[in-house]
């Protein structure tokens, strides 16, 4: 948690005055026991009503001074811990999305939510109790202590004995519940990525009848997250039994000892009365101290998860590239003898492949599922780092441009539809921050999704859900390949993003490409032959390896797992037509 305070910078100020002002509200608290056994020695006592009253408004005065502090405090650390969680939610933010596709693999979605907000907002709690209570609880259990032995020395022995018993149970308890509310947050992540899963694959759970056990495993782990709330809760409850019983048995002690030396004359009545109320103060404050406890222990066991994700550094990065030139006469893409390993795999999901693609060469990649076609794909725009190897972009390897340059060369058609909630016209402006409502219409056009976008109210300016989910899944994967088209790349990859469309449309799609994307370099990423046996040049992969090369009719003749592939899913006839 020390590590994240660097996040307080800017509201040192605040982090100053809040616990000061909160000492301030203590000191006039600590007078006001004394004002009250003025009143009973001397007012009560002498029947004198004008010095009860003036004393009681030195009360009400002492108390408006200290609601003033107590609210100034409470401001202060309310924007010092605003600020502090502002800045650090916006850095482990940008922290995150620095990640490349390896370390986010490694963390998994849920647990980023989980920890960017509820681990950010329980380090935010943490601050503003502590700048509020840190201070004050310490000051209000030594200030009273000495109060008492400024007025009788051996009735505050009583609080020598009792302030360390009451300190020793909280501190019992606190050992017990510390490491339970650790355990809470994993228990917390859990519950996150069984909702997420089950938002974002809602039809899949209802197509396959699953709702009954989607729903019995997200109450299992939401009881065992209730037990260990309930767990600590138990343990918590005996805080203020236990404390209490002290508490009183001390304020007994007290009133039979002042009762003894109110009789000597050692000590007033009022006196008696002020050392009731500074035990209480005392309690109330070590109460409070119990509770900032758990509630930095929360925050401690959040900081170092906040900590965990900071650690992790990309495996990757820019830094220090400049803009590439290019020159003329090379190859578009090249891949040489590149071999990738997924973190955490026992084989490699790419075993030195080379090939070479040129400007305006439609490319096709075909093979089973799990062969290496998205992890090659993803190896060109740098989503992840080749092992071993070398892959060139223009002639120039992808790790030599900044990524700005290099992404903005590509468009890429993710294998999954991703749509943001806005307009199609916003939708579409990710492709080209500045496109015209023309340039935008062009590439509806090419990638045959202008005829339903113009049938919907509204046309560019018609909604979309979250997710694209008022789309069908042809209707999502026609805007993701339009928004692709929008800043007309150099360099178009499509990772089976037209899986969902009938073969009529597909063929125009395809047809559309080919003709008003002169120059473009285009990957097609299929699992059917037919969307991509006229391509110039189809790659075959195998368990990671390339083992085709060349033309749909080329590799028919020579390639056994093309062949295969073609002969599953068309006829021979079919296959010959092609």
Known sequence: MRKLLIYLKGYYKEAVLAPLFKM???????????????????????????????????????????LVCSVTAQYFSAKAAMGFSTALRRSLFVHINSLSYRELD???????????????????????????????????????????????????????????????????IMKATVPIYKEVQKYLDRISRLTRENHVGVRVIRAFGRQKEETEDF?????????????????????????????????????WSGSIQVNVGNITQGEVVALVNYMTQILTAL????????????????????????????SMNDEGNMPQEIGRGHDRVQFQNVTYTYAGASAPALENISFEVKAGETVGLIGGTGSGKST?????????????????????????????????????VPQHAVLFKGTV???????KSDATDEEIWAALRIAQADEFVKEKKGGLDSLISQGGT?????????????????????????????SALDFATDAALRHAIRKETEQMTV??????????????????????????????????????????ICLSQMTEQEVGRA
């Open 287 to 314: 109460l409070a101290l119990a509770n900032l406890i758990v509630a930095v222990t929360k925050a401690t066991a959040s900081g170092a998860r906040l900590n965990e994700v900071f650690a992790i550094q990309p």
């Open 24 to 66: 301030l509200e203590a000191s006039f608290e600590l007078v006001v026991p004394l004002v009250m056994a003025n009143i009973i020695d001397v007012g009560i006592r002498s029947q004198n009503e004008l010095y009860i009253w003036k004393m009681c408004t030195v009360m009400i005065f002492l108390g408006i001074i200290g």
């Open 425 to 431: 016209r916003e939708n579409m402006q990710w492709g």
């Open 106 to 172: 490694l963390l998994g979605t849920p647990t980023l939510i989980t920890r960017i907000t509820s681990d950010v907002n329980q380090a935010q709690t943490g601050v503003n109790l502590v700048l509020r209570l840190f201070l004050r609880s310490p000051f209000i259990v030594a200030g009273a202590v000495i109060m008492s032995f400024t007025i009788n020395v051996k009735i505050a022995l009583i609080f020598v004995i009792a302030v360390p018993l009451i300190s020793l149970v909280i501190y019992l």
């Open 376 to 412: 090659l794909i993803n190896l060109i725009p740098r989503f992840y780092d080749r092992d071993s190897g070398c892959v060139q972009v223009d002639g120039v390897p992808v790790e030599r441009y900044p990524f700005w340059q290099l992404r903005s060369k590509i468009g890429m």
């Open 219 to 255: 109450e299992k782990n939401n009881e065992w997250y209730t037990k260990i709330q309930i767990s600590a809760g138990k343990i918590s409850a005996l805080l203020n039994p236990a404390t209490y019983v002290i508490m009183n048995l001390a304020i007994v002690a007290i009133l």
């Open 523 to 564: 990957f097609i990423v299929s699992q059917r032959a037919s969307s991509i046996r006229q391509a110039d040049r189809i790659l075959v992969l195998d368990d990671g390896k390339l083992v085709g090369n060349g033309t749909h009719a080329f590799l028919f003749d020579t390639c056994e797992v093309y062949r295969e």
């Open 470 to 498: 008022n789309l069908s899944g042809g209707q999502r994967q026609r805007l993701t390949i339009a928004r692709a088209l929008v800043g007309r790349p150099e360099i178009l990859i499509m990772d089976d993003s037209a």
